[in-house]
Structure formats: structure tokens, C-alpha cells
């Protein structure tokens, strides 16, 4: 029996990306960049705001990335629990150049299947109490509930 492998589309990426960049445009703070990839990692849509910090641009897509590759949240690598007998947890043990731990990576899921990852950099990675504007991991969870 073939398995079935669903994937978000470019239509559907592409409206992810859009409704992130208003969000971001209207509310006045740094610039962005928003990346969606499929359930392989690979880049579907992309983009990047005026002004925007260059590094910002490759750490979107690794966040993107990283979510469906480590199949969570960034969020999670950073609170990965330290096991004090053996060498702490390091994202570079994993030998991957792509892969990193800062939030702002989401995945996207459909009846509990990964078909894709969205991410935002440019911000903070998560909202503080006092924070106005949405930061990263908010602005792609934000995007994320537009599928």
C-alpha cells in the first residue's frame, strides 16, 4: 500500500508568509523575515522586510527547518532538560548547519501529521509581559493559524 504523503502547498505557504508580514508591517516593530518550508525542509515560500538585519534572512529558513527536522517547536530544544552525568545538550552535536535551537520555528500539522514549518527572525524570540509587538515564535504561530 503506497503511503500518502501530505504537504503544505506554495499557495498555501504563501498566504502564511503574506498574513506575517502585515501582521508585522502594521504594528510598527523590526523588521522581519518569514520562512515556510514542507515536511522535507525544503523552502516553500519566503520573505523579507525592508531594513532588515541580513542574518535574520538565513535564520528564518533554519528555524523553518529545524522545527520539521527535530519535529517540534524550537521552542522545545530550549528547554530541553540537562542530564548532569553527560555532556549538556548542544544543537551542534547533531551535526547539522541548518539545524539551530532559537525560537520562532513552528510546525504545521494536519490530523497530526507534519506537512510543513514556518518561521519568523528579526525579533525577539518570544513576547515578554511588557512587550507592544508580537516577537517571532508569536508572529509564527500567528501565521501558522491561517491554514
Known amino acids: 500500500m503506497p503511503i500518502n504523503i501530505i504537504s503544505i502547498s506554495q499557495k498555501e505557504a504563501s498566504k502564511i508568509v503574506a498574513a506575517i508580514v502585515e501582521k508585522a508591517s502594521a504594528d510598527g516593530g523590526?523588521?522581519?523575515a518569514v520562512?515556510?518550508?514542507n515536511f522535507a525542509g525544503r523552502l516553500v515560500a519566503f520573505a523579507a522586510m525592508d531594513n532588515l538585519m541580513p542574518v535574520s534572512v538565513k535564520l528564518a529558513q533554519n528555524k523553518a527547518y529545524s522545527a520539521v527536522m527535530g519535529k517540534c517547536d524550537t521552542t522545545a530544544w530550549g528547554l530541553?532538560?540537562?542530564n548532569s552525568e553527560l555532556v549538556d545538550f548542544d544543537t551542534r552535536n547533531f551535526t547539522d548547519e541548518n539545524f539551530t535551537g532559537f525560537t520562532g520555528g513552528v510546525l504545521i500539522t494536519v490530523d497530526n501529521q507534519i506537512i510543513g514549518g514556518v518561521a519568523v527572525s528579526g525579533r525577539k524570540g518570544?513576547?515578554?509581559k511588557e512587550d507592544v509587538q508580537m516577537?517571532?515564535?508569536?508572529?509564527a504561530e500567528f501565521g501558522r493559524s491561517f491554514l
Do not use: T, Y
Request: charged share 55%.
Open 30 to 32: 523590526d523588521p522581519i
Open 35 to 37: 520562512a515556510v518550508v
Open 80 to 82: 530541553k532538560k540537562k
Open 126 to 128: 518570544k513576547m515578554d
Open 135 to 139: 516577537q517571532d515564535k508569536e508572529l
